[in-house]
């Protein structure tokens, strides 16, 4: 590590995508801490990244912002909201500034950004030359030589100013009292929160990522009629209406709570469960934060976000058009979840249901 990284003491990290993007780059900012004692960190988030702050203990701080140049941006918010961060930033006196991207981002917008607030270090992955925008700048070789799953790229980023960590999991950590909460809804919803049972979230914030609704109610009537576990659907308040509709289309005595769980009560539900059926979307991430098994229903959107340290099964259809990198399916046609039958996700839950009774105490790798 150079010596001016080894005097940074207050560092921001800035990372503009959403929860899962954010947790991703948890082992990345674990990294960074540990390098220098009394290092702080601090977010740069969007609303639903930084709302991640109560339950990753390697951030201190998190400001949330949507950046005008990010596609959760709205014209409304980002003129509301684009003058705010830079006078923030720059009354915090940050010592420097990393800079996480996917290789389909550019880091310059935001390296501006810390340039303006006068952040003295700045570190990104950029494709074109970036000149004084950044201090430290490390050339993106992704994808012409490589693609990288999101986690290694930003451990790699960090490794170029010398910082590195053992522990490699994701960090989402709930609290004592959302573990209490999750069990008094489970409990009042008639579900024993100790004995297996099975979490299913059928939502995405991106369309091309949700599997079809008709498929969810397949799924949870053959897990029903197979398994007979209990069976527990989450997801958001705006996603009430897609949970309902697939409980009462799948005309099996699942419990909904989609809309009640707050995101920390969320992560413990997560820990608490058996196994975990879900989209390729934030719970995904949390669920392997949390070390529970994952039966990710990932669409082909993307190759590089699957799930991170833990046991799991990844279901995908093949197409030609895989890695469209788009949230609504180009095509039309969605063929890279239609194509996953239902019988199928029934039996990776068999699988790693099975293998977690079998060995209950293994580390996931």
Known sequence: ??????????????????????????????????????RTLTLLSSPSGAAALPFIPELDD???????????????????????????????????????????????????????AGIPLRLAHCRENPYDLLTDWVPEPEPATLVRHEVQRQLALVQRVGCRSADLGLSFVPRPADFTAARARLTAAGIDPDRPWILLHPGASAASRRYPAGHWAHVLRLLAQELQ???????????????????????????????????????????????????????????????TPVVDLYALTNPQHTPWNVRSRVLFHDV???????????????????????QRVVEAVRELLGATQAAPAAVPT
């Open 320 to 342: 030609p058009c895989r890695f469209c990198y788009r949230s609504t399916c180009p095509e039309g046609h969605q063929a890279c979840l239609d194509g996953v039958a239902p």
């Open 62 to 116: 998190a400001i949330a912002w949507s950046a005008p140049w990010t596609k959760s941006a709205t014209p409304a918010t980002a003129s509301a909201t684009a003058p705010a961060p830079l006078a923030t930033l720059a009354a915090r006196a940050f010592d420097a500034a990393v800079i996480f991207t996917t290789y389909t981002q550019s880091a310059l917008p935001a390296a501006l950004l810390c340039q303006l």
């Open 1 to 38: 590590m150079t010596a001016t990284w080894l005097q940074a003491r207050r560092i921001l990290c800035v990372r503009l995508d959403s929860l899962g993007d954010v947790l991703m780059c948890t082992p990345a900012m674990r990294a960074l801490r540990q390098a220098v004692p009394g």
């Open 229 to 291: 576990l209990p069976l527990v659907l989450t997801g958001s308040a705006e996603e009430c209406e897609l949970v309902d509709g697939i409980q009462f289309a799948s005309a099996v005595p699942a419990v909904s709570l989609a809309g009640r769980l707050a995101l920390g009560e969320l992560g413990a539900a997560l820990r608490l469960a058996a196994i975990v059926v879900t989209n390729n979307t934030g719970p995904a991430h949390m669920a392997a934060a949390v070390g």
